[in-house]
């Protein structure tokens, strides 16, 4: 087994004292959480489950965006809240994002371009105008983008999937060694999503980068991924081949997104009887996470 590259070692993640000064009940939104990411052997990891259920609150952790109220985010064997300032610098750039919206997070005052040209100068990569423009061109066509169609625009006038497959390109720039995906087809047109999936394999095929992949989509993450994990209320319920968890689910909340996959057949009545037993859909600490949460917005990466 090779070194770690990127892990997580039983990192919790809580939220307390609401809105009342006295209150100091404290909700965890992760528990215990633990993931590697191999350094020579790159795999795209799918952490799966409903809105609500701590992915994103794991990869804002991943990201260095959020501290863990407990366990460590370890970079190369060093642990993130103690790395020199050289360290953090390679950290940020060999630790990506690609996030949920494809439109916002352009700024929409400047071109496309601006997204591309920002993380060259940022860490210094080309030595020269030219050789940024030649970088930027080939990254554009490494993702199926023409850079005479793309370039000189500006975000509106790109469709979902063009502007997502700009932000996979402006990845490939900084030639990182993990991305965290955070449901990067979710808001995008099914027919563009299989190119953007198509993109992330080509990540990890072609350029050897590992994936943290978000989603709520059973589906995609089967198609995708060498590992599942599925998350819920916080807490990893399953995890394993993307084979056997979704042909041989053992909890019953897998068990629960499996069958509220839809299927396509007007007779099937979608949703029918599927209930989670032993699980309220609601509560009042869920409700105060995302309270919280709400409360308290953190800046994208």
């Not at 070692?9 to 006295?22: C, K, M, T």
């Not at 590697?36 to 259920?53: K, L, M």
């Not at 589906?219 to 819920?232: E, F, G, H, N, W």
Request: net charge negative; hydrophobic share 40%.
């Amino acid at each position: 087994m090779s070194e770690a590259l990127l892990e997580l070692r039983n990192v919790s993640r809580g939220f307390g004292g609401g809105g009342n000064l006295f209150d100091q009940r404290q909700v965890l939104a992760l528990k215990d959480f633990s993931l590697s990411i191999e350094a020579d052997n790159p795999s795209i990891t799918a952490i799966v489950g409903e809105s609500g259920s701590g992915k994103t609150t794991m990869a804002r952790i991943a990201l260095g965006l959020d501290t863990p109220t407990s366990g460590e985010v370890l970079y190369k064997g060093n642990d993130l809240r103690r790395l020199s300032g050289g360290k953090w610098r390679e950290y940020r750039r060999e630790v990506q994002a690609i996030l949920q919206d494809p439109f916002g997070v352009y700024n929409t005052f400047y071109k496309v371009d601006h997204v591309l040209t920002t993380p060259l100068r940022k860490f210094r990569i080309a030595s020269s105008a030219a050789q940024a423009q030649s970088m930027i061109e080939q990254a554009l066509i490494a993702v199926g983008l023409a850079p005479d169609e793309t370039l000189g625009r500006y975000p509106h006038q790109l469709s979902g999937g063009q502007r997502q497959r700009v932000m996979v390109a402006r990845t490939l720039l900084l030639r990182p060694r993990v991305i965290v995906a955070d449901e990067p087809v979710s808001m995008i047109d099914a027919s563009l999503r299989a190119t953007v999936l198509s993109n992330l394999l080509q990540l990890k095929h072609e350029f050897g980068i590992s994936l943290i992949y978000i989603t709520h989509d059973l589906t995609t993450a089967y198609q995708i991924s060498d590992r599942i994990i599925v998350l819920y209320r916080g807490e990893v319920v399953e995890a394993g081949p993307p084979e056997a968890v979704i042909e041989q689910p053992q909890h019953a909340y897998t068990k629960l997104l499996i069958d509220s996959i839809p299927e396509p057949d007007p007779d099937h009545a979608w949703g029918d009887g599927h209930d989670l037993p032993g699980f309220e859909e609601e509560d009042e600490e869920e409700e105060l996470t995302q309270a919280l949460i709400d409360r308290y917005p953190q800046p994208t990466a």
